[in-house]
Every structure is written in structure tokens, then in C-alpha cells.
């Protein structure tokens, strides 16, 4: 079955379960700071942007299969990123 979003929202709601059972498997890890939406943007600009024609199916395994501490080091990463464009301004 072949899904089509719309906008960035409607996958994100469409996906938030996935990403609400990762964050929880993250706290459950002790890294209690990253949040659904970090989750959901971190995968979105490091792994799906660069894909064409991704399935649904396989959204929720990235999410679900991603280790717990290269998703955190990705995300900090990406905190860097912005941090050093807002100061380069």
C-alpha cells in the first residue's frame, strides 16, 4: 500500500507512534532530552532527505532500528550545525 503526504505535518502525525516508542526506548536509556520532534527532524534531514520514493514501512524501521546513541551523536550534531549558523549571522 502506497501512502502520499502532503506536508511534513501530516507524516509527522502519521508516524508519531514510531516516534513516541523511540523516545521512550531513548529515556529508558537515560537520554531523557531528545523528544519526538528531534527524533522525527534528526532522521528527516540525516537519512530521509537524501532518498527518493521512501515507504512508509520504512520510515518506521529507521526510527525503530536506528541505535539508541548514533541517533543522539546525530542529533547533537545537528544542534551544532544550527548553533554555529545562528552565530555566524
Do not use: Q
Amino acid at each position: 500500500m502506497n501512502y502520499t503526504f502532503n506536508s511534513i505535518n501530516e507524516l509527522y502525525e502519521r508516524i508519531l507512534p514510531a516516534l513516541e516508542v523511540k523516545e521512550s526506548i531513548m529515556h529508558d536509556f537515560s537520554i531523557i532530552n531528545i523528544t519526538s520532534k528531534d527524533i522525527f527532524n534528526t532522521l528527516r534531514i540525516s537519512y530521509w532527505n537524501k532518498r527518493k520514493d521512501i515507504m512508509l514501512n520504512e520510515i518506521v524501521h529507521d526510527i525503530l532500528n536506528i541505535d539508541n546513541y548514533k541517533l543522539y551523536e546525530l542529533w547533537k550534531g545537528l544542534l551544532n550545525e544550527e548553533n554555529r549558523s545562528k552565530c555566524s549571522k
